[in-house]
């Protein structure tokens, strides 16, 4: 095939992956403790990571909630513990950290269900350390983008119907103090396409039918 013909293929696919843009509705109360500027924080980053795979997300408290709003996709999640990010009583040594002791995703009967609890007292013990070299904005936005991120990882999860975890990106199976906070972090390109609801390389079907799939894994 020559050039222009893949170029317009390329030009469709883009196209068709824009046209499918989800709204996310995240149902949450602000975690517990956590400051306006960390939570600030939490949405900017998270807004950040699920574009990419074509979501739109909204933070949605208890009194942001409207009789008949819409969302494509709802998921709700929970915080256990403190999310007082800066408690200099809590001083760990965890260099390295399962995604799954961070927070957990419901699974019944197989299926992975739209439900999420982080564990704010274990984050802030692994997060402190470092945190403490920080002060002011820097520290804020380093907390919130910690806590995205754990969130995020259980969004794979969730979107992907998929218990199975990758070696780079945001569905790697363990966090480093340094994946938590560094600048760049994001989800890798497998992760994106296994979260949109278009046909999987190598499957057959509808979308529906290849997403569906992905859940018998
Ligand atoms: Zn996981």
């Known amino acids: 095939m020559s050039a222009i013909p893949w170029a317009v293929v ?21 975690p517990s403790g956590m400051d306006s500027f960390t939570f600030q924080s939490l949405r900017e980053e998270l807004r950040r990571l699920l574009a990419p795979a074509d979501v739109d997300f909204k933070w949605k408290e208890a009194d942001q909630r409207y009789p008949g709003e819409h969302f494509d996709l709802a998921i709700v999640g929970s915080f256990d513990g403190s999310c007082a990010f800066g408690d200099s009583s809590s001083r760990g040594n965890v260099s390295l950290a399962p995604a799954g002791s961070l927070a957990h995703t419901e699974i019944t009967g197989g299926r992975i269900l739209p ?9 802030s013990e692994m997060l402190e ?11 804020h936005t380093m907390a919130g983008r910690a806590v995205a991120r754990v969130i ?8 992907a119907k998929s218990v199975d975890h990758h070696d780079s990106g945001i569905a790697k199976p363990c966090f480093s103090l340094h994946d938590l906070t ?3 972090f994001a989800f890798d390109l497998r992760s994106l396409a ?4 278009v046909q999987k390389p190598g499957r057959s079907g509808s979308g529906a039918d290849a997403v569906d799939e992905a859940s018998g894994r």
């Not at 439900?115 to 984050?123: E, I, M």
């Not at 350390?129 to 520290?139: C, E, K, M, S, V």
């Not at 995020?152 to 979107?159: C, G, N, T, V």
């Open 194 to 197: 296994e979260m949109r609801p």
């Open 115 to 123: 439900f999420f609890r982080v564990d704010c007292s274990g984050l």
């Open 182 to 184: 560094r600048d760049a």
């Open 10 to 30: 390329a030009f469709l696919l883009t196209s068709a992956a824009h046209a499918q843009t989800r709204t996310l509705a995240l149902y949450a109360e602000k």
């Open 129 to 139: 350390p470092a945190l403490q070299r920080y002060q002011g904005w820097t520290r």
């Open 152 to 159: 995020a990882h259980e969004i794979y999860h969730i979107l």
